[in-house]
């Protein structure tokens, strides 16, 4: 490490594992318990109402003690949903898990980037390659939850690939939540009009890379348009959940989308994406504002299904 980088940053310890931080950031100012007041004068952040109804918690995990859930208070993402066969998705499913079908034989498989401009562990952005699962709770019918994933009211998924661009975000999603997270070097750039976003390869080539235009966007009023995810990982063995909710503010989605471009190159999550066999793009989803409130994974009983 430089001696810059000494100057602007901090060493913290998670679980035994020692990772940097931004000197000053909000990490390293309130480790997980923020002051929103402070928090709501940052001009990126347009208001922590939604936050206010979700007070902390203090949890053991397996990076130690910490609060939950973890808030993002300015984020922007996007979301390519595809078809794929459901036999190249059930290759790459535990047998616990069985793919949610938009028609006999064709499931729903989608690409992800997020940025993650202000929140409790600093800036940093992600990519995911995911699965849409059927729920692993039991006596609920497979296609009210299509309809509610398709309209980003819920989803429940099985990520392959979740790179992040800092060391705090790969030790927290790994350790803490289960997630399969390494660091890269990885842009995304999310306004009104272009999204664009590349990760980078551990030979600091291609892996992915995504250029569209924007949905046309929709306002909406803070606390009227919240949606959430399920996602299911394994720790230590044992199954769990963890759900993240979503905060949306501006966003729109384009069906069939025309001007969009996803280029594959060599790395993880290209090879996760060709495994699946991709068919074709039905939906392209944008939101340019939201917030997000992410909660520790908590143990769920997870039925074994016939692949």
């Known amino acids: 490490m430089s001696s810059a980088q000494k100057d602007t940053t901090v060493k913290v310890d998670l679980g035994g594992r020692t990772v940097t931080v931004p000197k000053g950031g909000l990490y390293d100012r309130y480790r997980m318990n923020p002051d929103l007041d402070e928090i709501a ?21 397996p990076i130690g003690p910490t609060l939950t859930p973890n808030f993002y208070y300015s984020v922007s993402t996007a979301r390519i949903t595809m078809l794929a066969p459901s036999r190249a998705i059930r290759t790459r499913l535990p047998g616990e898990l069985a793919p949610l079908e938009i028609a006999p034989g064709l499931g729903l498989i989608s690409v992800m980037f997020f940025r993650y401009d202000v929140c409790d562990i600093d800036f940093y952005t992600e990519a995911a390659v995911g699965i849409a699962v059927k729920p692993a709770r039991h006596g609920k019918l497979g296609f009210f939850d299509l309809v509610a994933g398709l309209k980003n009211e819920h989803l429940d998924s099985y990520v392959l690939s979740l790179p992040v661009s ?20 990885l842009d995304a750039d999310i306004d009104e009009r272009r999204t664009t976003a590349r990760v980078t390869n551990d030979a600091g080539g291609l892996d992915l890379a995504l250029q569209a235009t924007t949905p046309k966007q929709t306002a909406h009023l ?15 063995g044992a199954w769990h959940s963890t759900l993240s909710q979503t905060n949306v503010l501006n966003a729109g989605t384009t069906r069939l989308p025309r001007d969009l471009r996803l280029q594959l190159g060599e790395g993880r999550m290209s090879d996760d994406l060709r495994s699946l066999k991709p068919m074709r793009t039905i939906q392209f989803d944008v939101m340019t504002e939201g917030q997000l409130a992410l909660h520790m994974p908590v143990p769920t009983s997870v039925q074994r299904r016939n692949k």
């Not at 800092?166 to 070097?185: L, S």
């Not at 803070?222 to 949606?227: A, F, I, L």
């Not at 995810?229 to 394994?234: E, G, K, N």
């Open 222 to 236: 803070s606390g009227d348009r919240v949606s959430s995810l399920t996602s299911y990982t394994t720790i230590n």
């Open 41 to 61: 004068r940052d001009p990126r952040v347009s208001g922590v109402d939604f936050f206010r109804q979700l007070p902390k918690i203090k949890v053991d995990s």
């Open 166 to 185: 800092t060391e705090i975000a790969q030790v927290r999603g790994h350790d803490g939540y289960g997630f399969p997270k390494w660091v890269t070097g």
